[in-house]
């Protein structure tokens, strides 16, 4: 079944992989071992070679978490072609969390002297780096308004050090969108790289390779693990040789690798990741248009109603709009708050993509260090409430925000 090409994502999730033990094992094993034996000298000499790098070190590689690389690079190359029309191929490499992911991602590409572009409204701790910590490796970063082309074309004509671009969309927590092939074809141009991180969408609804990107990367703590199980990230690229050579050596060396047990859960989440998403889609649009016509409930961000900013552009890009939402209170802080507390049924916890509902407050929990005109540039108001719409039956859902908002 090596390299078959199937027809659908659920088989792509259930099959790509094609792990096969010698204890003929039904799911690949949790491989718990640090190192790998071989059986004489020169099989060992062969392998630091580069024959079978994979069986040498598990910080390096691991089988339980190779199964998860090829299903995931299976998944974010799903009926997609190269250049030369053959069906795409990408490498993953699986990380002990979205952020170390990240780490590797930016680490191997961009050194001192170098600039990278983005936008507002980022996940808080992708902002968090890019505003506490790459700025002490050297490394300058500019951030513009991405919803405005001009802005991006305006960023890489003035200056010349911007080696990458890096996109979230949708972003975390307010749902805003950006053109990932417009600002592709812009960075292209000018031999920029562009990087774009998918935790929102996840390949199911969006796959953004398609549109000529460099780097995917997401978080697979959220919709990809999809029960709350263990904390990851994936780093995938299309330049195999740059992903197997550079990248993978600041990957080794930084040492953000996953591990076996992580991987073991996570590869069994992602079998039913397009189940899945098809039931959070149909509960988030039921909840944004029940939330929509709420008294209480000054604005609903949410890609899929036509009154969103966004919505043209996430139709464009997504086949079906991202199960994350945010609404604000009219009685800001207080009402949050408030609200929070009377929640039943809904989870009150940070984090996103799992079975159950997970509401939170940013302005009292994810944001509550950020100073309020600072988090207010990034549309988080006092009153925001973040939902990740779960697989629960929509009428509790919305039963237990009825009674929360009353
Ligand atoms: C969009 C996005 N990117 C990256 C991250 C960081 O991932 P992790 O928490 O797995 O390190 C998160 C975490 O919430 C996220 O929401």
């Keep these: 079944m ?4 199937f027809k659908g994502v659920s088989s792509t999730a259930l099959h790509a992989n094609h792990h096969t033990n010698s204890e003929d094992a039904h ?15 020169e099989e060992g000499m062969e392998r ?9 070190y598990s910080r390096w590689a691991n089988p339980t978490c190779k199964a ?3 299903t995931i690079a299976a998944l ?8 030369n029309n053959e069906p795409l191929e990408l490498k993953a490499l699986l990380h002990s969390s979205g952020q170390a992911a990240m780490t590797t991602l930016f680490l191997s590409n961009l ?38 082309l001009s802005e991006v074309e305006k960023a890489i004509s003035t200056s010349e050090n911007i080696k990458m671009i890096h996109l979230e969309t949708p972003a975390n927590p307010t749902i805003q969108c950006v053109d990932i092939e417009a600002i592709t074809q812009l960075a292209k141009a000018k031999n920029i790289l562009v990087s774009c991180d998918n935790t929102f969408a996840t390949p199911y609804l969006q796959q953004p390779f ?10 697979t703590t959220k919709f990809l693990n999809g029960h709350g199980t263990a904390i990851g990230g994936v780093l995938l690229g299309k330049d195999i040789e740059l992903m197997k050579t550079k990248v993978w050596k600041w990957f080794v060396l930084l040492g953000g690798n996953s591990n076996p047990f992580d991987a073991f859960l996570l590869l069994n989440g992602m079998k039913t990741l397009e189940l899945r998403m098809q039931r959070h889609c149909i509960n988030a649009k039921h909840l944004a248009q029940f939330l929509q016509q709420h008294p209480l409930i000054e604005k609903v961000n949410y890609t899929g109603l036509t009154s969103h900013p966004d919505h043209q552009i996430a139709s464009k890009q997504m086949k079906d709009h991202a199960p994350v939402l945010s609404f604000e ?13 009377k929640l039943q049924m809904c989870t009150r916890a940070v984090s996103l993509g799992t079975v159950d509902t997970l509401i939170s407050h940013p302005a009292s929990t994810t944001h509550v260090s950020v100073p309020k005109e600072e988090r207010l540039k990034f549309g988080i108001t006092d009153g925001l409430i973040r939902l990740s719409v779960g697989i629960e039956n929509i009428e509790d859902i919305i039963e237990d925000i009825e009674q929360a908002l009353s």
């Design 2 to 5: 090596k390299n078959k090409i």
């Design 27 to 41: 799911l690949v094993p949790i491989y718990a071992t640090s190192t790998f034996t071989y059986g004489s000298t």
């Design 48 to 56: 630091f070679l580069g024959k079978e790098k994979d069986k040498i």
């Design 68 to 70: 998860v690389e090829t």
């Design 76 to 83: 974010e190359a799903f009926g997609l072609s190269n250049e």
């Design 111 to 148: 050194k001192a002297g170098d600039a990278i572009l983005t936008h507002y409204s980022l996940y808080g701790g992708t902002y968090e780096l890019f505003n506490k910590v790459l700025p002490d490796t050297g490394i300058e970063v500019i951030i513009v308004d991405m919803r405005l």
């Design 210 to 219: 398609k549109y000529g990107v460099d780097f995917v990367f997401h978080s």
């Design 329 to 341: 209170l009219k009685g800001g802080l207080q009402a949050g708050i408030h609200f929070q507390n």
